[in-house]
């Protein structure tokens, strides 16, 4: 159900929020297939970007803030306004400190990444959690990502999937009360379940039961459109962009409603 990492990519640089020259952070962690894969599509869009790597396999010696720290000194001495960041929340997280700490605090800076950073959380007692608020309060350091789904992406937009939101949200309220929707997780669970029920229903239970997933055969989900492709992954499915707040919370910043992989 859920938008590839290659669409991520797409999504962010059709919404046009990758604009000015832009650095590549990326995870070289050679298991991390959510990093690489960021990281190829970006270069495939993007070839002649100039890159940073780390490796977040080096974590157990405390060498990412390092790494960190040394990218920050790398922008700081380069023109770059933009970061796209390819790797993990943890150190998304890191990164963000480290910025908060620049030579060239006038200059602000945002920066872009895909879904994992929607689990980021803020906890008031942890003075690290505190220096990544400060850093996105008071300095001049945007993080916005492409995410799965947020409750806010239907507002005010009228259509069959708005409706399923508005249907499912009410009944999400009633079960749990006021629990969390922003990182997208029970919508995306609610649309997984949704959608293998009406496939069993058509086809019965099977390896490739989500084949008739398509077209005509597609679910309107809380999340968009459902229509799979022959491996099992949406196609078209809209992506919503997030800006990551002091407090952890996410906010809704557009939708796109087009994305394709097809972008190079």
Sequence with gaps: MAPTNSAQVVAAVQA??????TLL?????????????????????????????????????NLVPRRMSDITREICASDYDQVYFAGRHDDLRQLVIALNDRVCWERALTIVTADDATVIEVDK????????????????????????????????????SAKAFAEFATAYGRAFGAGRLDDGQALMSRDAVATAVEAIRRDGVGDTMWLGVHGTGSVDGVTGRIDL?????????????????PDGSKSFVTLNTTPTDGLE
Excluded: M
Aim: negative net charge; proline residues 7%; contains cysteine.
């Design 16 to 21: 046009r929020l990758l604009t000015k020259k």
């Design 125 to 160: 007692e942890n003075p690290e959690h505190d220096e990544f608020s400060e850093a996105l309060r008071d300095g001049k350091v945007t993080v916005l990502c492409t995410a799965l789904a947020h409750p806010d992406q239907w507002h005010g937009t009228p259509g069959r």
């Design 25 to 61: 952070v990326r995870d070289n962690k050679s298991d991390d297939g959510y990093a690489r894969t960021l990281a190829e599509k970006f270069l495939t869009i993007r070839p002649d970007a100039a890159v940073e790597a780390y490796d977040s396999a080096d974590d157990v010696a």
């Design 229 to 245: 492709d022959e491996h099992g992954d949406p196609i078209a499915k809209p992506i919503p962009i997030l800006r990551i707040n």
